[in-house]
């Protein structure tokens, strides 16, 4: 039994404190009734999987999970809600009562099955370490190993934003 104050007794403690913030952020985004509340439960789920990412070892994920979804879509949203009228956000709040036992059954038989699955698997063991996660690291794998993939996505997404200029300037012709 691993003691509570040592490293890896506080290090399980933290792993846990991480799933514990995603879960209630889930809850809180998932079963508020005001849509304000419910990205605020949002971002605190992001916070707890960028928490994750930083205690897997990967300091650079985990500082874009924080930047880009809490900082880019959750504001995103919420400017989104604030420009809304007020009888679109009425609309949302109408809920069936059927739903919510429902939900919580198949997240109960989902859980049970994936834990089964977990339990008779036969997990290899992990290998070493590859690299320490840095951003140096990181730079150097996409530059080197993965420098086809890098290129391909940055002509994916060249593509993409022409097109939607295509799209707006069509949109704004008409």
Same mark, same amino acid.
């Given at each position: 039994m691993v ?5 890896? &007794?506080?290090? *399980?403690?933290?792993?846990? #404190?991480f799933? &514990? $913030?995603?879960?209630?952020g889930?809850?809180i985004a998932?079963s !508020? ?7 605020a439960?949002?971002?605190? #789920? ?6 994750? /990412? /930083?205690y ?6 985990a %500082?874009m999970?924080?930047l880009? /979804?809490?900082?880019?879509v959750c ?6 809600v604030? @420009? !809304? &009228? ?13 739903? *919510?036992? @429902?939900?919580?059954?198949a997240s ?6 994936l834990? +089964?699955?977990? $339990?008779?698997?036969?997990?290899? !063991?992990?290998? #070493?370490? =590859?690299?320490? +996660?840095?951003v140096?690291d990181?730079g150097?794998?996409l530059?080197?190993? /993965? ?9 994916? %997404?060249?593509?993409?934003v022409?097109?939607?200029l =295509?799209? !707006?300037?069509? &949109?704004?012709?008409?």
């Open positions: 003691s509570l104050f040592s490293v890896e &007794g506080l290090s *399980g403690l933290l792993f846990f #404190c799933i &514990g $913030l995603t879960l209630a889930a809850v998932t !508020a009734r005001s849509l304000i509340r419910s990205v439960g949002l971002a605190l #789920c992001f916070l707890g999987v960028a928490g994750l /990412y /930083y897997l070892n990967s300091p650079f994920v %500082l999970q924080i880009i /979804y809490v900082g880019a504001v995103t949203i919420i400017f989104a604030m @420009l !809304a &009228g007020s009888s679109e956000l009425k609309q949302l709040t109408q809920r069936n009562g059927l739903v *919510g036992p @429902l939900a919580i059954l109960g038989i989902l859980v049970f099955a834990a +089964g699955l977990a $339990l008779k698997t036969e997990w290899l !063991a992990a290998p #070493c370490l =590859v690299n320490r +996660g840095t140096e990181l150097q794998s530059l080197t190993t /993965y420098s086809m993939s890098f290129e391909l996505i940055s002509v994916v %997404l060249l593509v993409a022409i097109g939607s =295509v799209l !707006a300037r069509q &949109g704004r012709d008409k």
